[in-house]
């Protein structure tokens, strides 16, 4: 999901349909090319992320965990493999069966802009290359469900492909891309702490390195 080419410009103001369609039109992508997106994924080196949310919750381990848009479940698998309860969540439902054959955990099929979860039920919210698909005007909700979702003094931790500040359609999918400053006002405003961030692939030059990694902790 690091191919950020052929980006349009600021999508500015979008109505309720205009939104879902775009919803419709990244998750169709997902569902036509789920096999080779898993093919190309499932080897990717996320051991700075994992540690990155792992090394700032509070409590004692095992962690309820839920992963945003966990796609075909590589890290749902390593979560449970590790003793936590790992639940997924993903728009797209061939990765939701991926998902659940392979981690063999729960998975909720939810588009991000319809989310319906548990108040307070979770130590950590995973969202590794996922939320950068919600449109910014209905970001501010999103974070809301995830704050809520989320057991006092909580971790969210994100990783997007950062950008300008630009949105819309790139290779079939919507995308926004923030820089830090946009990405801490949209994430402060949801009433999370920023405790860390980096940027990936680690050990290279910035313009090498097109993830913005984020952690936060529910106030």
Known sequence: ???????????????????????????????????????????????????????????????????????????????????????????????????????GCQVLHQDFLALDLPEARFDGVFANASLFHVPREVLPDVLAKLHATLKPQGVLFSSNPRGNNEEGMAGGRYGCYHDLDAWRRYVGAA????????????????EQQPWLATVWRKA
């Open 1 to 103: 999901m690091s191919d950020n080419g052929g980006r349009s410009g600021d999508a500015g103001k979008t109505g309720a349909d205009s939104l879902h369609r775009l919803a419709e039109t990244t998750i169709a992508h997902y569902d036509r090319n789920a096999d080779a997106f898993w093919s190309g994924t499932r080897d990717h080196d996320v051991r700075q992320n994992y540690d990155a949310l792992f090394g700032t919750i509070l409590t004692a381990p095992p962690w309820s965990i839920l992963d945003f848009g966990c796609g075909p479940g590589r890290d749902l698998a390593y979560f449970r493999s590790l003793g936590h309860e790992a639940v997924g969540l993903d728009g797209s439902e061939a990765f939701v069966e991926m998902a659940r054959e392979f981690s």
């Open 191 to 206: 009433r999370f702490v920023e405790i860390d961030h980096y940027y990936r692939p680690p050990g290279l030059p910035r």
